[in-house]
């Protein structure tokens, strides 16, 4: 298995913009994360999926940010407007169930200006 | 809300040395506590987990311990090596109501001096 895969992985936008990232978790996981990694705050939980479900998103900063599993192997993060606060590392992560070790993805540097 | 604290958040010992890092939890109904290595521009990864029905549990030279009595863990590592040198991260999951609430502390960075 490639392990879970994300695009692209950098991404320069200008404040503004819609960003949208993507994620293919590993064939077979139930449940898939998006993290927003910073110096400042660490790694945060943004959202998690089971099953395609959005399960908890109390992670997502505000109404900029959505999220979308439309099935089993494909999720996307979107922020539209961006600004440049939104700056970060993005990671996916799956999981064969959520409390379970999860398996990153190589992350999207995301670069608001 | 629950949370994870992680200590120290910076960490430097002489190769060879023992490091040891500690993270306490608040959530009493966590029951799984994973410890993830993140190198300079990578991904994090899982190095060692613990469940709670489990003291201590050890793979070479990294080794976890628990005491769910004062929600606290810790990730030793012993022999220390410079490719130790990297940011690790504590997490605990709990499920709560149905809902897995998975989360993360702070991170060290641990820096092995040659």
């Known amino acids: 298995d490639a392990g879970v895969i994300q695009s692209p992985r950098h991404e320069v936008t200008e404040m503004g913009q819609e960003v949208t990232l993507r994620c293919k978790p590993i064939s077979g996981h139930n449940s898939l994360f998006w993290y927003r990694q910073t110096m400042m705050r660490g790694l945060e939980l943004l959202i998690y999926f089971n099953n395609n479900v959005p399960i908890d998103d109390s992670g997502m900063p505000e109404d900029r940010f959505s999220a979308k599993m439309p099935n089993a192997s494909f999720s996307t993060l979107k922020i539209q407007p961006s600004e440049p606060r939104d700056s970060a590392v993005y990671f996916c992560a799956s999981t064969l169930w959520a409390g379970n070790e999860q398996f990153f993805g190589p992350g999207t540097r995301l670069t608001v200006l | 809300g629950e949370n994870v604290e992680q200590h120290p958040s910076t960490l430097s010992v002489q190769e060879g040395d023992s490091a040891v890092i500690k993270c306490t939890y608040s959530?009493?109904?966590?029951?799984?506590f994973p410890w993830y290595k993140q190198e300079l521009g990578k991904r994090p990864q899982l190095i060692i987990d613990?469940?709670?029905?489990?003291g201590e549990k050890k793979d070479q030279r990294i080794a976890v311990t628990l005491n769910k009595t004062a929600k606290h863990f810790s990730l030793h590592i012993t022999e220390t090596q410079p490719e130790d040198s990297a940011v690790y991260f504590c997490a605990a999951s709990s499920l709560t109501s149905g809902t897995y609430k998975y989360i993360f502390g702070t991170g060290t960075r641990l820096k092995v001096l040659a």
């Open positions: 959530d009493s109904a966590s029951n799984y």
């Open positions: 613990i469940r709670s029905n489990v």
